[in-house]
C-alpha cells in the first residue's frame, strides 16, 4: 500500500511538471532572436556577427505602416539589433573599428539612413541617443520578392559584400568591406 502510495504521488508531481512546462510554451515569443555571421573562405572566426529579432508582417504594407517612415526604428524587435565587427569593416565606405555597435535605422520610401551606435545593450530605440552615434549612412532601398519575416543576411555580387536588411518586398543593400579589401582596390 505504501509503494502504491509513493508511486501515485511521484506519477502526480512528473505529470503536474510536465503539465507546467508545456504551458510555458503556449506564448512563444513572436519574433524570436537569429544571428547571421559574415565569414570569408575559410577563417575560422567571423568578420561580422548580428543578432538581431526577427519580428513577423502584421500588416499589408510593413514600411510606411507596421514600420512609419521617417522614424528611428531599432531595425527588429524587442532588444535593438546588435552589429559585431571582428575586425575594422567599411560600413557603407565609412571606416568602423572592431567592436560591438547597435543598428537603428529610418526608413524612408526610396531611401533609408542606417545609423551604428555605441549604447549597446538597449531595449529596441526607446533609449536611442544620437550623440553615441559612431557612423550615419545614407542607403537606397529597392524591391524584391515579399517574405514575411525581417531578415538580415548577407550577399556578395561582383566581389563587393553587402549586409541586407528585408522585410515584406523591401531590401536594403549595406556595402561591407574588410581593410584589406579597400587597400587592394585603391
Not at 559584400?161 to 549595406?174: C, K
Amino acid at each position: 500500500m505504501k509503494n502504491k502510495l509513493i508511486t501515485s504521488v511521484i506519477f502526480c508531481v512528473l505529470l503536474s511538471t510536465a503539465f507546467g512546462y508545456a504551458q510555458s510554451f503556449e506564448k512563444l515569443d513572436k519574433a524570436p532572436v537569429d544571428i547571421s555571421y559574415l565569414t570569408h573562405g575559410n577563417a575560422s572566426k567571423p568578420l561580422v556577427k548580428v543578432v538581431y529579432g526577427r519580428p513577423q508582417k502584421e500588416t499589408d504594407q510593413v514600411f510606411g505602416d507596421q514600420v512609419p517612415f521617417g522614424e528611428i526604428w531599432h531595425t527588429g524587435a524587442n532588444e535593438a539589433t546588435e552589429v559585431k565587427f571582428f575586425t575594422d569593416m567599411s560600413f557603407g565606405r565609412k571606416l568602423v573599428k572592431a567592436g560591438t555597435y547597435v543598428m537603428h535605422t529610418i526608413p524612408g520610401e526610396k531611401e533609408w539612413i542606417v545609423i551604428l551606435n555605441s549604447k549597446t545593450d538597449t531595449w529596441g530605440s526607446f533609449f536611442y541617443d544620437a550623440t553615441k552615434d559612431v557612423v550615419r549612412i545614407k542607403v537606397p532601398s529597392r524591391e524584391s520578392e515579399e517574405i514575411d519575416v525581417f531578415s538580415i543576411g548577407f550577399r556578395e555580387h561582383f566581389n563587393n559584400t553587402y549586409m541586407v536588411l528585408g522585410w515584406d518586398s523591401t531590401r536594403v543593400d549595406i556595402p561591407l568591406a574588410t581593410q584589406d579589401v579597400i587597400l587592394a582596390k585603391l
